[in-house]
């Protein structure tokens, strides 16, 4: 049986998993990826039905990482403008980046996108990569994990992290528990055409069964995420191609002029979960194996972003006061870096979800005070502008100004 031995040990090369690789790497820790599925490095123009939108503080993470200036020479979309609407058409929020003196509030981003872009750095880091590749043991400690892989051989590591998503094989073999909670919303995804062209702007409308994003892409094409029923969910994905372009038009009360559809359709359901905790001796959860939210406010991989960055922080800390990386006192640091923050994002994305699901008129008019108040107050504006940039949390060293490991 073959062995290798590595600082860390990081379970998922998603967007989460394979950020954290090159940035541990770059600070001269050593370490592994384990990959189930090895992502593609080519594809045709068209766009991926899986999109981000990227805040000031990922945006400054990856740029912290090297990766960005590939990232935009791919493909990415700056937006400058965000419209917020409720469902009987009263009120209404528009975000404008001048406002913040700032060049936009984020960027739209297929997520194979990040990464590739990641896996792309993986060599110049130094991370090793088994994929694809599949865990079949593991056993975690304050000395460290030992994981047991699918081809027989096994990685000994002073930390494994869980990078692998909603449904962590990781998270399960530790026995950490969740909170869970299925929305009673599926999300429906797909790549449309806008009349009115890009217009540099974010759209989400508020309706009663879950609220429409549309994401602005280049060449005039939108990406949306519509949260509604399953079995409305189920209905959209199959309707005849003109159908489903009617009801999202209407949907978006045609402020796009006419969306069109533009390849496949897809449902995800959604739901909201937590960890019962993010570390225990030798394993730390981060992204998606350690919070779920609901898409709303695309918060989901810039969570998981300053997951990464808090951890970082932790562990390289950790190591200046010659402290183990699996040790529980240096674990503790980035679960109480990081906790907060999430609880707090995932409990205002679930009451918006909920205000705005909810058909009592007492509600609906409150929605609309809410709505209107908000667009005029200006402090409020501004509140719900550094959310959409990311700031007003404290951010790790990564997602500061420049600071990379390899300047
Ligand atoms: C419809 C929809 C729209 C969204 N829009 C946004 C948005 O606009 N902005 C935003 O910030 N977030 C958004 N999100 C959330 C975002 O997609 C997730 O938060 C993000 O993908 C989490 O990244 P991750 O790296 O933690 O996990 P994942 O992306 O799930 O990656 C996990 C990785 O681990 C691998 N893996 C899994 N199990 C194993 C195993 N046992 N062994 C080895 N490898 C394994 C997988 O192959 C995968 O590569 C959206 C989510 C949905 C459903």
């Not at 766009?47 to 990227?54: C, E, Q, T």
């Not at 918006?352 to 409020?380: E, H, M, Q």
């Amino acid at each position: 049986m073959t062995e290798q031995r590595v600082d860390i040990a990081i379970v998922g090369g998603g967007m989460v998993g394979a950020a954290l690789a090159v940035a541990l790497a770059q600070r001269d820790f050593s370490v592994a990826v384990v990959e189930a599925r090895v992502p593609p490095q080519a594809w045709d123009d068209g766009y991926d039905l899986r999109v981000s939108a990227i805040t000031r503080a990922s945006q400054r993470l990856l740029d912290n990482l090297g990766v960005w200036a590939a990232i935009v020479a791919d493909r990415a979309t700056p937006y400058r403008h965000m419209h917020v609407w409720d469902r009987p058409g009263i009120g209404e929020i528009h975000f404008d980046a001048a406002d913040l003196a700032e060049p936009d509030l984020g960027h739209i981003v297929e997520n194979r996108v990040i990464v590739r872009a990641l896996w792309q750095a993986f060599d110049s880091a130094g991370v090793d990569v088994r994929a694809p590749e599949g865990l079949r043991r593991l056993h975690a400690d304050a000395d460290g994990a030992v994981l047991q892989l699918d081809d027989q051989s096994e990685i000994r590591a002073g930390l494994v992290v869980a990078a692998d998503g909603a449904r962590s094989q990781v998270r399960d073999l530790v026995g950490i528990a969740t909170r869970h909670e299925p929305y009673d919303q599926h999300a429906v995804v797909a790549t449309v055409h806008a009349e009115l062209g890009n217009r540099a702007t974010a759209w989400q409308r508020f309706m009663r069964d879950g609220p429409l994003a549309l994401l602005p892409l280049q060449r005039d094409h939108f990406s949306i995420v519509w949260s509604t029923h399953p079995d409305d969910a189920a209905h959209l994905v199959e309707l005849p191609v003109d159908d489903f372009n009617a009801r999202l038009t209407d949907a978006s009360e045609a402020r796009l002029g006419a969306l069109t559809l533009q390849g496949r359709r897809a449902a995800f359901p959604l739901r909201l979960q937590h960890a019962e905790r993010y570390v225990q001796p030798g394993v730390a959860l981060v992204g998606d194996a350690a919070h779920v939210i609901h898409p709303l406010a695309g918060q989901g991989v810039n969570l998981g972003f300053l997951d990464a960055g808090a951890l970082v922080d932790a562990l390289c800390d950790g190591r200046d006061a010659g402290r183990a990386p699996g040790a529980l006192r240096v674990l503790r640091r980035y679960e109480r870096a990081r906790r907060g923050h999430n609880t707090a994002t995932q409990l205002a994305m679930d009451g918006f979800k909920r205000l705005f699901s909810n058909d009592r008129v007492a509600l609906s008019l409150l929605r609309n005070v809410g709505l209107g108040t908000a667009g005029r107050i200006a402090p409020l504006r501004r509140l719900f502008e550094r959310v959409a940039l990311g700031y007003g949390v404290e951010l790790p060293s990564l997602s500061r100004g420049a600071h990379r490991a390899d300047a």
